[in-house]
């Protein structure tokens, strides 16, 4: 089918290109714009407690004040506020309610902090519209009025609350996709021409991949639009590491390929059409891998990661069909002029590095499985003392933006929960007003459980069929400990619910708590899915039932040593307090699906390095000698695009980061160049069963395909190198 494909192409390569630049132009044209949420209770699926909470504060009490935007002054000297400064304070609190500023709906005066030195100005935006654009940019204007208006006191003004640090978010993340872009950019053509030595080569794949990424970014838009799914800044910077990195990955696989065809003394257009029919399999294998792993995520019941899934599979998908029609067409129309000026295309190179590690594997199989198994099993051992953090606004953004300035001022002068804190609902069951004499005795209750700080009976509706119990915890709402108050408070709020009456918490560490739970189901659900799913995969394209269990077993050793590399570097060096809570799933994601690639490149050259007559030793050798380069090459580019997310300037991309190029690092370099070729050496033919997949044809022409070292087919077979020089 592969080879159909190549010829397809390679004859009618003006035809193709013209193909893709009319669905590019037509599909950017009529594309609808992404949509940003960056509300993390919208996240969450209506079943859990803190939404039913916030469904229920939204009908019970709809004009409640929540503050959107919190205003925090202090003196410019640090010192106690002043009567005259309490003034200018008052003033520019009245003064901007005034301003009628678009989202704004209220704006009061808030408490003072207990040592005199702090004061706020709360204000209330539409609930309807929490997280999205226009109240970024309503924070914006907000910001630069509130500025305006101290000029001329004693007063520093910052402005924080979650309307702000979407703003910084938002900020923060176009400085972060440009850092990503240019360093994306910067690392696939410079490893380009130092790999091909040619131009044309290292600039290509660029130019091609941001055709695709047009078209990818287009169909996403379309996805999201007709399903209804969340969007999130973060997922711009992802997709286009992930088209880039991936796309020049597939560009590689190919070229690679290409390159030995031509060595071998093909014609340069059927040096293409064989690359294709012998890697196409590869491709879409270890793609259709990426593909079914990203759209598991659909069964999370988290809306951030429901998006990132099928967003990021439509990337993978469009950059799939580019590998196989749209790269082939423009190198056949190019041809060999495409490794111009270098001529080294044309000779098999003396450097003998990867056949020397192919006949290291080859003699020694067992001792190169246990050492690199050995080496997984020890990075693992970090996983153990994993911890989650769940504050996605400061994990995405720098700790010196305006808006974290002031969540961690807030800390220090107020109660550390007082920036969001926690609501009890208590709600009668039958429609009856509550009894109010039970009230007392509900906060004190409410204000005896460990972690709170204070509680008091703020609001009651107007049937007095639900009253609001603010409860205030010790805790920034975003900590471990905040999350352990607010169950805490609910098995309080519903023990100790007076009889007829229910309770729901909400409030942010409630949100929280509920993500915690929601991600631990995605690690029972969408962990074993996936896995399944790629080992469905790996059975398909090996025709066996043995070899997808030891590659999926050596994948699982990879993911377990990058967390526990991840672990050391960030909670035991830097200090921080736990991973970003999703980390585990997107790196579980990227590590086993796109780890997978450089798995299935190895084994299936060392199928056919099988299927040409050698011993199962011999085959793991030389599959290591033709294809490690390639493995080489494409994992040191997707690990160093990957590691540009680190230059984001924030917790979540920088973990993200350095965790799947780790990943993808240990996958190509430990996995793939020896632990699965030394453990496919041991095992033997028993591996291959029971399509008995390495077995040599029979047929006179493989018998002397394989004599002379070529592959069966003639000139449609990979040419090994009797010198047994490396590529």
């Known amino acids: 089918m592969f080879r159909r494909i190549g010829a397809a192409v390679v004859r009618h390569p003006v035809w193709t290109i013209v193909a893709w630049l009319i669905a590019a132009v037509a599909i950017v044209a009529t594309a609808p714009g992404l949509p940003s949420n960056s509300d993390e209770s919208s996240f969450l699926p209506k079943s859990y407690e803190s939404i039913k909470a916030a469904d229920l504060q939204q009908k019970a009490f709809p004009s409640a004040f929540t503050p959107s935007a919190i205003a925090l002054y202090q003196r410019t000297d640090g010192g106690r506020l002043t009567a005259a400064d309490q003034k200018d304070i008052a003033r520019i609190t009245t003064e901007l309610g005034e301003k009628k500023i678009d989202q704004v709906q209220k704006v009061v005066p808030g408490p003072p902090s207990k040592d005199g030195r702090y004061a706020l100005t709360l204000v209330q935006m539409d609930s309807k519209n929490a997280g999205q654009p226009k109240q970024a940019d309503a924070a914006k204007t907000l910001r630069d009025d509130v500025k305006q208006l101290a000029k001329g006191t004693h007063l520093d003004v910052k402005l924080g609350g979650s309307a702000a640090q979407a703003l910084d978010q938002q900020d923060s993340s176009k400085r972060g996709q440009a850092l990503i872009g240019f360093g994306t950019f910067a690392i696939i053509l410079v490893t380009l021409l130092i790999i091909f030595r040619a131009p044309i080569l290292a600039v290509l794949p660029l130019v091609l991949i941001g055709l695709v990424s047009a078209v990818a970014n287009g169909l996403i838009a379309y996805a999201t639009k007709l399903f209804g799914l969340q969007a999130n800044s973060s997922i711009s910077s992802i997709l286009i590491v992930v088209l880039f990195g991936v796309g020049t990955d597939y560009f590689l696989f190919l070229m690679f390929r290409y390159r030995e065809r031509l060595r071998a003394g093909d014609e340069p257009k059927e040096a293409m059409v064989n690359a294709v029919g012998r890697v196409g399999e590869a491709i879409a294998s270890a793609a259709g891998a990426v593909i079914i792993a990203f759209l598991a995520l659909v069964l999370s019941t988290l809306g951030f990661l429901k998006q990132m899934g099928p967003a990021l599979a439509i990337a993978v998908a469009a950059t799939l069909v580019a590998g196989l029609t749209l790269i082939p067409a423009v190198v056949s129309l190019i041809g060999p002029k495409v490794f111009w000026p270098s001529k080294s295309w044309q000779k098999e190179p003396e450097n003998a590095r990867f ?368 010198a047994g020089r490396g590529r």
């Open 355 to 722: 056949a020397a590690l192919g006949r290291a594997v080859r003699r020694r199989p067992a001792l190169t499985a246990v050492a690199s198994g050995l080496v997984l099993l020890a990075l693992s051992a970090g996983t153990l003392g994993y911890k989650a953090t769940f504050d996605l606004a400061s994990g995405s953004m720098p700790k010196t933006k305006e808006s974290m300035v002031v969540q961690d001022q807030m800390q220090k002068a107020y109660s550390a929960g007082a920036a969001a804190p926690t609501d009890v609902y208590l709600s009668s069951t039958d429609g009856k007003p509550l009894d109010k004499s039970g009230f007392a005795a509900y906060s004190r209750r409410l204000g005896s459980v460990d972690g709170v700080a204070a509680v008091r009976m703020s609001q009651l509706n107007k049937d007095g069929t639900t009253a609001d119990f603010t409860v205030t915890l010790k805790y920034e709402a975003s900590t471990d400990q905040a999350i352990d108050a607010v169950q805490r408070v609910r098995d309080a709020a519903h023990g100790g619910a007076p009889a007829g009456t229910e309770a729901l918490v909400g409030g942010m560490s409630s949100i929280y708590k509920d993500i915690d739970t929601a991600v631990n189901h995605d690690y029972r659900t969408v962990f074993p899915v996936a896995a399944v799913l790629i080992m469905v995969i790996l059975g398909l394209l090996l025709r066996s039932v043995v070899a997808p269990w030891y590659l999926m077993a050596s994948v699982g050793l990879g993911f377990g040593a990058t967390l526990g590399a991840t672990v050391w570097i960030f909670q035991k060096g830097e200090g921080h307090s736990g991973l970003m809570f999703m980390l585990p799933v997107i790196m579980y994601l990227f590590v086993v699906a796109i780890g997978t690639d450089y798995n299935i490149l190895m084994i299936a050259r060392l199928r056919e390095e099988a299927r040409a007559g050698r011993e199962p030793r011999e085959a793991a050798g030389m599959a290591l000698r033709h294809a490690g380069p390639t493995v080489a090459a494409a994992g040191f580019i997707l690990a160093a695009t990957f590691a540009t997310m680190m230059l984001a300037g924030n917790s979540l991309l920088t973990e993200m980061g350095f965790a799947v190029s780790f990943g993808i690092a240990i996958a190509a370099f430990v996995m793939a160049m020896f632990f699965t070729p030394s453990l496919t050496a041991l095992i033997g033919h028993a591996a291959w069963w029971p399509g008995h997949g390495d077995r040599a044809e029979q047929d006179p022409a493989a018998q002397a395909a394989a004599g002379s070292g070529q592959l069966p087919g003639a000139r449609d077979a990979s040419a090994h190198d009797p």
